[in-house]
């Protein structure tokens, strides 16, 4: 039988292979290949009704995210949470290169945008000028909703974001039923972390994955390679002074003319300086 992994949780794989959903396991052998199905995984299966079933063979992926780490995505939508949790641009930055290093379409939405729409539509043009397409968004007082639902029809999209930063109510709106929505605690202003699993979820029109939100992220990526994964950084490079260029402290830096011309906004740029020392850091221990 062939099917594809809807959820995982607590060694369990539950596959979706027609109007079914079946509980099964991953044979041992998994084991010895250094491979385990991922949610999103499209697979072969053995079941008979009597048993519990087992998944026998991965299919080729077209992609992996890492943060979620689910595979087959067509978009990665990106939600910024404008306050309650407060929005953090360096761990917004770190998750789009990451997201980045794996070739997915990125789309960014800024939501509960109307508590102060002024600063929900900076950080929206940020991203614009970095090269995203963006939306303000509110999904409790249902701003621009029925554009993003628009935007995420027929395809398999992966929620990325903070606890609290409505990935839930996101998906509660786009599939039309109600999905456990998060809460920020009043003690630390984090949002809590009430998705516990990775789960595909879905209708007729729509694949989401929702997943359980984070307050840091470890990148995998060198440090001389985290300039690709600024987009806007692309068009400047092999235009600076020396061809070493880190784009830190040189003479001649052509992405730091950019930033001080605004071609470059200023907020990715010092991110991607934190992100490279960061990574630097790492790579020296």
């Known amino acids: 039988m062939k099917g594809k992994i ?27 290949l250094n491979e385990s199905p991922i949610v999103g995984d499209n697979v ?38 404008l306050k ?11 998750m789009i290169a990451q997201v980045e290093n794996s070739s997915i379409e990125i789309f960014i939405v800024v939501n509960k945008s109307d508590l102060n729409f002024e600063e929900a539509k900076k950080i929206k043009e940020i991203y614009e000028r970095a090269g995203f397409k963006s939306l303000e968004i509110s999904a409790t007082e249902y701003l621009n909703m029925e554009l993003l639902k628009e935007k995420l029809k ?4 992966a929620l990325c ?52 939100g984070f307050s840091s992220l470890d990148l995998n990526i060198k440090s001389e390679d985290l300039v690709h994964y600024f987009r806007e950084f692309e068009k400047y490079l092999g235009g600076c002074k020396f061809n070493n260029c880190k784009h830190l402290n040189e003479p001649g830096c052509q992405i730091k003319e950019k930033v001080k011309e605004g071609e470059i ?14 990574l630097k850091s790492k790579e020296e221990y």
Do not use: M, W
Not at 84 to 94: S, V
């Open 161 to 212: 974001g903070v606890s609290g930063s409505g990935k839930s109510t996101i998906s509660s709106y786009i599939l039309n039923r109600e999905i456990v929505c998060g809460e920020v605690s009043k003690k630390n202003g984090r949002g809590r972390h009430t998705t516990r699993h990775t789960e595909l979820l879905f209708n007729e029109d729509y694949y989401i994955f929702d997943t359980p």
């Open 44 to 81: 072969e299966f053995q079941y008979d009704n009597k048993s519990l079933g087992y998944i026998q063979k991965i299919y080729p992926r077209k992609n992996i995210l890492t943060r979620p780490k689910v595979s087959n995505v067509d978009l990665a939508l990106i939600v910024v949470p």
């Open 154 to 157: 027929n395809k398999t999209t």
């Open 265 to 278: 906004p200023q907020s990715r740029y010092e991110n991607y300086k934190y992100l490279y020392e960061e």
């Open 84 to 94: 309650n949790p407060d929005y953090n641009l360096t761990l917004i930055d770190k």
């Open 6 to 32: 809807i959820k995982l949780t607590g060694g369990f794989y539950y596959i979706k292979s027609g109007d079914e959903i079946i509980e099964t396991r991953a044979k041992g052998a998994f084991r010895y």
